[in-house]
């Protein structure tokens, strides 16, 4: 049996003038991230490896994550493939995970996001918002034996806000 946490980037901010990679979160962006996460926890759901985009703001919002799960920030990995926004290197990316990792996150970006939760989960999403969660089950031993499986559940950050 293996899972799959995939959490979309917070909302970023548009504000500053630099690059692509290089935007932060707004400050909404950090605080649906915190709601998201609380709610994650609530769940008793902690992963065993952290992967992220090397984009700030969704290195940032894996960092939120980090922070309130009391794992140490050297604990994530940071891969070239998760700064993909079509899918295909993600789907790659998963398909070569070590097997020996049960439960892991990623932290990446859309439309990838929303086309891997449609392609391998049972749940159909019209999109997953910024610092949306999804997990994912599947019955498998080996990732690269990835096929669609079961959306266990759904975090969406609009849900948790009073």
Not at 24 to 30: A, M, V
Not at 95 to 113: C, D, R, S, T, W
């Amino acid at each position: 049996m293996k899972k799959l946490i995939i959490i979309r980037h917070g909302k970023s901010s548009w504000e500053h003038d630099v690059t692509d990679r290089n935007r932060p979160l707004k400050t909404r962006g950090e605080n649906d991230s915190r709601l998201v996460v609380r709610e994650l926890y609530r769940k008793g759901d902690v992963p065993c490896k952290l992967f992220s985009s090397p984009a700030n703001r969704a290195l940032s919002t894996c960092k939120i994550f980090t922070a309130f799960l009391e794992i140490s920030e050297s604990e994530i990995i940071i891969s070239e493939d998760l700064y993909d926004f079509d899918g295909k290197n993600v789907i790659n990316f998963i398909k070569n995970l070590p097997n020996e990792y049960e439960k892991v996150m990623i932290f990446g970006h859309n439309h990838a996001l929303t086309s891997i939760s449609n392609i391998f989960g049972d749940t159909f999403i019209d999109n997953l918002p910024t610092s949306g969660l999804v997990k994912l089950t599947f019955d498998i031993d080996d990732w690269k034996d990835l096929k669609q499986g079961t959306t266990e559940f759904i975090i969406i950050p609009k849900d948790l806000r009073e």
